[in-house]
């Protein structure tokens, strides 16, 4: 029996584009450097126009929220999947994060264009209490959000002062310091 090696080498040559395009992407990786973002001083910041604030979400119940409930907090916007590497690796950050601000006058949300369900499945093998809500694809576009994680911190103004795409070490006293600062900030 004869195996030509014209197809061989052409499926080893398919089977290692894939492996290098799935190890390349990240999809397999389990360890991602997380570091603390670089936040500017709150007294420099900058602000572009404010938010549009009359859009829904979801939450995990189902319930419709409306995002104007929100106006006048500092909120931390965390759009995510249930299938992205980085953004698993840094909810425990999140999550300790929140542990400490969720007393203060800070909102966390947690969105995904993703089904409830699925949310729900994902969760329901996790050990988070996070505010995680379902939007659509219209609301990440909205933000400008073409890779996921990104964060975005907005004032009490309506204003987005923050804006980070990646996994990062959100426990960071950094970022406790520059949410305090925006809490105190009249």
């Known amino acids: 029996m004869h195996i030509s090696t014209k197809y061989l080498s052409s499926s080893k040559s398919a089977g290692v584009c894939l492996w290098l395009l799935t190890v390349g992407c990240g999809f397999f990786r389990t360890n991602y450097e997380e570091v603390p973002p670089d936040f500017p ?6 602000t572009s126009d404010s938010l549009e604030f009359d859009w829904t979400f979801h939450t995990l119940s189902g319930q419709e929220k409306n ?3 929100y106006k006048g907090k500092i909120i931390f916007l965390n759009f995510w999947a249930t299938w992205c590497g980085p953004c698993k690796a840094e909810m425990p950050k999140i999550q300790n994060l929140y542990d400490q601000m969720k007393d203060r006058e800070v909102v966390f ?8 369900t699925t949310l729900k499945h994902f969760l329901s093998f996790q050990d988070y209490e996070l505010p995680v809500c379902n939007v659509s694809q219209k609301t990440f576009n909205q933000f400008d959000v073409t890779a996921i994680p990104t964060t975005l911190i907005i004032d009490r103004n309506g204003f987005v002062v923050f804006k980070h795409t990646g996994a990062a070490k959100w426990d960071d006293a950094s970022c406790i310091k520059f949410l305090r600062a925006l809490l105190e900030k009249v």
């Open 109 to 116: 949300l947690l969105m995904s264009n993703e089904k409830l």
């Open 67 to 69: 995002f104007s409930n």
């Open 41 to 46: 001083a709150v007294s420099e910041l900058s």
